[in-house]
Every structure is written in structure tokens, then in C-alpha cells.
């Protein structure tokens, strides 16, 4: 019962981030340098087609009513048209989103796999060889910018050794046959038609722009991971289970990871925000058909409704993927749902 | 890094901790040096750059590291060594100039929230929460593409999605000194709020801010050239690291590695440099937040 209160509460919680994400991207669109009536009518506009235009879009309206119309459309799923594609920018993202979800859910295992047991080793053995290969990772995971990283890698795998594939995109059609789309990512859908060898050509594209993206996630989980570790494996109940003499094993995995473990879940919101923003650069090196490099697209061309349609986007997944680390915190604690 | 000792009878001073930082971290202060190296080149750097870093030169383009160009030359026959070397004001001014406004603006937005309370402090808090609740790079973007693409719409956007950190700092340092003895004192001297805010409180909790600016440093260099990157704010032919590594990576495909290796190097090299120096800078004013 307390816990389904709780749990409730986190729920509306993440409302008012979600108004507030709302109200900055309309605010963001009104920010706009210059007449976007002038801009949308083109360079060959006269003053009578700009006005007719700014009522068109309702410009020429009370901006609370603006707000609201924007606010209508959006529960309609209407972001507008995409000047630069001519498509509905709705369309334009689900189009791209799954290629993006499945690059940052790779680099987000990539980041788990390691930084997880890197954390808990740097832990365990406190000053030794281990310690130090943690500390260097952190430390090279805060200072390198995940595009310079991702060119490296690039260069020394794809062009020096040849032991990646080519970095343009999410799988070659020249080799291999594309899948009938039923999850959007390509990892699943050549499993589901049956297509091995389009599976492996598939996680072939996908491992250089996971490790790029994911070393940056790398870092600060393996920080966080040795941190929570050391707190625990310091504290009374481990001393007791140590005096016990429950084996080293029984106390770093049954007892001081399951304690260190909260915060570790709580960084993840911190990781996807960076995961979320990098995204796009890593995208921009691998050509990746995802949206950051929509975005990217978008704000160089000025196509204004894709880029509001993209950061709303983003803000949301934003949002509800710290609503779902806050709900796998209460699930793994039971301290916080007291606390809440 | 060697643990702080507290073993030292003399009384503590800042200069006391901050030899004994040094002699017990070696690393710090070579970060300090290449870091004054870097910022003396963001100074005087147009003046000792070997070339000119527009000139391009047909008869030079791409060629390797060389004696005469020691990071070889770029696709327009220009020396990238001078320009890596000229870029560092650029950068250097970008990331500056991002930290001094969240700096200053979150200090001082912090600390009213932090003394007044009430609702001054909740629409200071919702502020912050919706900045937050974006992810900081996407974010940046927007605000890029809102404002303008320009270099000081890069610096404000930068300095938007770090602003939270600065107004909750500050918000809580002051909160609690709120209603410490000595500002009591101060407010039965007579001191209005603005007097004691200004006077008593906020020195007090400048140099935990300061430790936060130089922690933040690094992190506003990554997000300037990121944006730079993906062809934000700096246009070209204007050097600077960001750019230059994005320009680079076109001839990633035929090898030449130098055009992007170099410029990406001294991205890391800075940064890194500020994130030895501002943990360096942690250990001396404000010990407990090792980590």
C-alpha cells in the first residue's frame, strides 16, 4: 500500500517537468530571431502575403493563445511540417527514433558491462592495479570529447586495421537485405525475419558508435559504482558479515552491491542526460540515421518546427526516463519509499 | 593521489595546504603549468604562431607532420599547428565566458533564493528544475537554434544548462548560513538584507563557488566544441578545435589522420589540465568533497 502510494507520487511528480518542458520549447520557438512570418513567406514575400501568413499561423494572436494552440496540436501529435523535408516533423522522428534508441540502449549496456564490474574490482582492491585502470577510465572518460573519440576509433579500427565495417549508417544494402521494420531496430528485426547474416552486419555498424557513446556513460558509473562500493563495504553490516566470516564473495555481491546499488541507479539519470546529448555527435561522425543528426540537419537549415518537434522530444524521453530510474529506485530500496 | 595527512602542527593557511597539495601531487601542478601554457597562448598566440592560420596555399594541401609544419597542413594548405595554437583564445574565451555568466548569475540568484525563501525561492527552484529537465546538450542546441547561430549565443547556451548548478550551490550554502550567529549580529547592527547578503554572507561562500566555476571549466570547453562540432556558432575559416576537428574528420576515409589528431588533442589536453587543476583547486579550499 505505502509503496503503491509512492509510486504514485513519482508518477505525478515528473507533471510539472513535463508543463515546464512544454511551456521552455514554445517560449524556445518565440525566441526566434527576426518575423518567422517573414521567414516562412520566403525572400519574395510582399507585406500583404507576411500578414496573411503570421494570421495563418496565428501569430498575430495573444501569445497565451498561441500557447494554447500550441498546446491543442501537440495532444493532437501535430509538430508541424518540417520545412527542410516537407513532412510532418511527427513523422520525420518516429521514422528516426528507433535507430537512436537503439544506438544509446547498446552504449548504455557497453557502459553498464564495464563500468559495473570495473567499479566493484576498484573497490575491492583499493590502491592496486585495478584501482588505478578505474581511475584512469574515469578520468579519460570526463576529458575526451566523445566526437574526438568516436574519429579515433574510427581511423584506427575501420581504416588502419580494418577489422570494422564501413561507419556510414546502420547496415549496408549493398551486402545485405534490409528487414521488414517491426521494432524499428535492426538488431531484433533481422533476428525476426530469420536473416543471420544481415544480424551480424547489423551489430557490426553498432559496436564502434556504442563504445564511442558508451565510454562517455563509462565514466561516471564506474566512479559512482567504486564510491558506493567503498561506503558499503566500510560500514558496520559488512564489518559483522566480515567477523561472521561469510566469504568475501557472499559480502561484496549479496551485501554491499545490493546496498550500493541506489545510487548507482540514481547516476542513470545523470548518464541518459549525457547519453541523450551526445548522442547527436556520435550520430554525426557514423552518419547514423537517427534524430540527433536529424536535428543537426534541421538547425543548420533553420527548419525551426523540427528542431522544437526534436528537443520536445528528447525532453520527454528525458523525462520519463527519470521518472523509471526513480521507480527502479523504489523497487530495488525500500528505504525510499519511507522516505518519499 | 596521496591522501591529505593532518599531520601538519603549523597553523593552516591557504598557502600552507596549498605547498602541501603540491609536493603530494605532482600531477596537479604539471597540470598547472601546461594549463598557464595554454592561457599564455590564448594571450599572445596570433603573435608567435609560426603561419599566418587563414593562408591557405595550394601547393601544401594535406600534407604530412614536417619539420617546417609539425602537425602538417590542412585541406586548404593552411598550418595546423597555427591554427591549433590561435584557436586557444577562441576556446579558451568561450569556456571563460560561459562559466563567468552562470557563475555570476547563478551566484547571485542562489543567494536571494537561498535568504528570502518563500515563493522568490519555489519560482527559482521550478526555474531550475525545468532546465533540468532536459537533457543539458539537447537543450543547448535549442537555445542555439532560437537565438541565433553565433559564438555568443554558444557562450549564453552554455551558460543556460550549467546555471542550475551554480543556483542550487549557492542556494544551499547560503540557506545555511541564513541564521548563523554572526549574521544575527549583522542584522541587529542594522544591516538591511542587500548589506548582508552582499557583505557577510556571499564571501563567505565564494571560494566553494570558485572550486565549482574551475570544476565547471573543462566540461564548458567539451560543450562549446561540441557545438562547434556539429557546425554551431564558430564559422569558418575561423579556427578553433571543435571545427577544426569536424573539418578534419573528412579525410578520416583517405588517412589523413593529422588533420583531425591534432586539434582533437588539444581539446583533451585542456580540458583535462582543467579538471587536474579545478580537483587540485577542491583539495585545497574545500577538503571534504574528495571523492
Known sequence: ?340 | MAEPTAASSAPSTVWSDLRHVALGNGLTVAALAVLALIVVLGLIGPAIAPWDPLASSASLTLKPPSLPHPFGTDALGRDILSRVIVAARLDLLMAFGAVVLSFAVGTALGAVAGYVGGAVDQIVGRVMDTIMAFPLFVLAMGIVAALGNSVGNIVIATAVINLPFYVRFARAEVNVRRDQTYVEAARMGGNGPARILIVHIVPNILPAMMVQASLNLGWAILNAAGLSFIGLGVKPPTPEWGIMVSEGASYIFSGEWWTFTFPGLALVTAVFCFNLVGDGLRDVIDPRRRT
Open chain 1, 1 to 340: 500500500m505505502k509503496t503503491a502510494v509512492t509510486v504514485a507520487k513519482r508518477i505525478a511528480s515528473a507533471v510539472p517537468s513535463l508543463v515546464g518542458v512544454v511551456v521552455v520549447t514554445f517560449l524556445l520557438a518565440r525566441a526566434l530571431p527576426g518575423d518567422p512570418a517573414a521567414y516562412y513567406a520566403g525572400s519574395s514575400a510582399t507585406p500583404e502575403s507576411i500578414a496573411s501568413i503570421r494570421a495563418h499561423l496565428g501569430l498575430d494572436r495573444p501569445l497565451v493563445w498561441q500557447f494554447v494552440d500550441y498546446v491543442w496540436k501537440l495532444a493532437h501529435g501535430d509538430l508541424g511540417i518540417s520545412v527542410s523535408s516537407g513532412k510532418p516533423v511527427l513523422e520525420d522522428l518516429a521514422v528516426r527514433l528507433p535507430a537512436s534508441i537503439e544506438l544509446t540502449g547498446m552504449a548504455l549496456l557497453f557502459a553498464l558491462l564495464i563500468g559495473l564490474p570495473l567499479g566493484v574490482l576498484a573497490a575491492t582492491k583499493p590502491g592496486r592495479l585495478v584501482d588505478h585502470l578505474c581511475r584512469l577510465v574515469v578520468t579519460v572518460g570526463a576529458a575526451f570529447p566523445t566526437f574526438f573519440v568516436a574519429l579515433m576509433l574510427v581511423f584506427v579500427c575501420y581504416y588502419k586495421l580494418g577489422i570494422a565495417p564501413e561507419p556510414l549508417g546502420r547496415l549496408s544494402e549493398i551486402y545485405y537485405t534490409m528487414p521488414p521494420p517491426v521494432t524499428g531496430l535492426l538488431s531484433i528485426d533481422t533476428l525476426l525475419a530469420g536473416d543471420i547474416d544481415a544480424f551480424r552486419g547489423a551489430i557490426a555498424q553498432l559496436v564502434l558508435p556504442s563504445i564511442s557513446l558508451g565510454l562517455f556513460a563509462l565514466a561516471p558509473i564506474a566512479r559512482m559504482t567504486r564510491a558506493a562500493m567503498l561506503t558499503a563495504l566500510s560500514s558496520d553490516f559488512c564489518r559483522t558479515a566480515r567477523a561472521m566470516g561469510l566469504s568475501s564473495g557472499r559480502i561484496v555481491f549479496g551485501y554491499a552491491l545490493r546496498n550500493a546499488l541506489l545510487p548507482i541507479v540514481n547516476i542513470l539519470g545523470m548518464v541518459f542526460s549525457f547519453l541523450l546529448g551526445a548522442n547527436v555527435l556520435v550520430e554525426q561522425v557514423f552518419a547514423w540515421p537517427g534524430v540527433g543528426a536529424y536535428a543537426v540537419n534541421a538547425v543548420i537549415a533553420s527548419d525551426y518546427a523540427a528542431v522544437q518537434g526534436f528537443v520536445l522530444m528528447m525532453a520527454i524521453l528525458y523525462v520519463l526516463l527519470n521518472l523509471a530510474v526513480d521507480l527502479v529506485a523504489t523497487a530495488i530500496d525500500p528505504r525510499v519509499a519511507y522516505d518519499g
